[in-house]
């Protein structure tokens, strides 16, 4: 059983009613909802709590870290960051969802600005599937259409996917790469951009199989992490 946390900043529900009545138990707990339904063990950890949530021993026992952030960037502690970024090295999955794109654990890893354009006008999207044989993808078909979801366009600074799985389309002629996959070290890090806090993307059907298909794929496998440093001469 793969082990998740679910980390989230759980700000925006305690200040925004519309976010509240969308979200009643936090983005947190609707992504720990649907994915307690699956074959995962689940647990949820949020800003406010000491050390993040994140200690040690919860990241020892993670297997994959799903993170979503939006208002309190800054307010993440770059010791739990460093912390974070040690785990994804050593092997821990990443799975990066929406304004995730600007925490602080996702710049460091990728080592860009992760800087986008953006507008939330409440209209449709349409979030194409272009690598339809990427384990992410499966069960997902051509594209997966939503009602709602905030605009986020090119130019996304981030390195060049290691494999692009999702091209986004917005009304307003708008593209984004939308499901990107990378590897750290030992870790996997897939990120997604549906989740705005208003909208009800995390209710759908598809962006939760592509959610918990991220998790199978950023899950650990059994390699082990390098030794590095000094070493003593295999031929005498």
């Not at 799903?66 to 460093?82: C, F, L, N, Y």
């Not at 918990?212 to 031929?235: D, L, S």
Request: glycine share 8%; aromatic share 12%; with cysteine.
């Amino acid at each position: 059983m793969i082990q998740v946390t679910v980390w989230n900043e759980f700000r925006h529900e305690k200040t925004d009613q519309a976010v509240q009545d969308m979200y009643p138990e936090g983005i947190h707990g609707q992504l720990a909802k649907f994915l307690s339904e699956d074959q995962f063990k689940v647990k949820t950890a949020t800003l406010d709590e000491p050390e993040h949530g994140l200690t040690e021993e919860v990241l020892e026992d993670t297997d994959v870290l799903i993170w979503w952030g939006h208002m309190a960037h800054d307010e993440v502690r770059d010791e739990i960051v460093d912390r974070v970024h040690k785990r994804v090295l050593e092997g821990m999955g990443l799975v990066v969802l929406h304004s995730g794109h600007f925490s602080k654990i996702f710049k460091k890893l990728m080592g860009t600005s992760c800087d986008l354009k953006w507008r939330e006008d409440g209209k449709h999207c349409r979030i194409w599937n272009v690598n339809p044989s990427h384990p992410i993808a499966e069960g997902i078909g051509d594209f997966i259409e939503l009602d709602k979801e905030e605009m986020y366009g090119e130019h996304f600074d981030i390195p060049a996917p290691d494999e692009l799985v999702f091209i986004s389309w917005f009304p307003g002629g708008e593209v984004f790469r939308s499901g990107c996959t990378y590897r750290r070290g030992n870790g996997k890090i897939f990120y997604f951009q549906p989740g705005h806090e208003t909208y009800p993307s995390y209710y759908h059907e598809k962006v939760q199989k592509v959610i918990k298909n991220g998790i199978r794929w950023c899950a650990p496998t059994q390699n082990g992490y390098p030794v590095y440093g000094h070493y003593e001469a295999r031929e005498k």
